[in-house]
């Protein structure tokens, strides 16, 4: 079946460090990948897309490359920012009958030091 | 333009009772997907509904059902509460009916089973 697995966090990091936030997925074909961003006490925004392989998505100043041979789709930024913590989601959508059904991980919770 | 609005945001039951979420997607999507957030499982896809029809369902037991009316406004309905059913229920809208649009989710609402 379709997963995904995402570190574990929390992760804490001061501000103006690199930020690598790994994801793997398995999937049948050839799903889309996303990464959404969860604000405290908010719904979930989308941060980045990539719909095929070696696909990047960016966006604020984050990265992700859809790596088709490590089935992973880590998430970059090269200077994080306090206003940056949150919890990130990595997620797949397959098609082929799956409509509207995002397959998340467990989320990583990112704190970002002054 | 307006985004997703979900009502109420917080709500408290008691076991046993029943309970009606509702969920105003973004004029002119037709697609509206309902997802359950708890600390221990995550993310957990329940169902999608596009112009009224239920096109995609999750692995949740029936007492979880849906509805959506014809301007594209969605129900869900929890029948016999249980303690594990608190969390954050997602909404997301989208407006294709055939291949992948991206998501737009509400705020949530947070519900507690006393």
Redesign the interface.
């Known amino acids: 079946g379709n997963s995904v697995t995402q570190m574990e966090g929390p992760v804490t990091l001061s501000e103006e460090a690199f930020l690598t936030i790994n994801c793997t997925y398995t999937a049948t074909g050839y799903p889309?990948l996303f990464w959404?961003v969860q604000y405290p006490?908010?719904?979930?925004?989308?941060l980045l897309?990539a719909?095929k392989a070696d696909d990047k998505g960016s966006n604020k100043g984050f990265e992700a490359t859809y790596r088709k041979e490590t089935t992973s789709f880590h998430l970059e930024k090269g200077s994080v920012q306090v206003s940056d913590s949150a919890v990130y989601?990595c997620?797949l959508?397959n098609?082929g009958?799956?409509?509207?059904?995002?397959?998340?991980?467990?989320?990583t919770k990112l704190s970002v030091k002054p | 333009k307006a985004g997703?609005t979900q009502t109420p945001r917080y709500l408290i039951k008691t076991r046993g009772q029943q309970v009606t979420l509702s969920c105003s997607p973004i004029s002119g999507h037709r697609?509206v997907?309902w997802?359950q957030q708890t600390p221990g499982q995550?993310?957990?896809?329940l169902f999608?509904y596009?112009s009224e029809t239920q096109?995609?369902k999750?692995n949740f037991p029936g007492r979880f059902s849906g509805r959506q009316f014809s301007n594209s406004r969605s129900e869900m309905n929890v029948s016999t509460l249980e303690l594990g059913d608190s969390a954050l229920y997602?909404c997301?809208s989208?407006s294709s009916g055939h291949?992948?649009n991206?998501?737009?989710?509400?705020?949530?609402t947070r519900l507690t089973v006393l």
């Open positions: 889309s959404y006490g908010e719904g979930l925004q989308l897309k719909t989601f997620a959508m098609y009958g799956s409509q509207g059904n995002l397959i998340f991980g467990k989320g | 997703v697609s997907s997802y995550g993310l957990q896809f999608e596009f096109r995609n999750g997602l997301a989208s291949l992948y991206e998501q737009f989710f509400g705020p949530g």
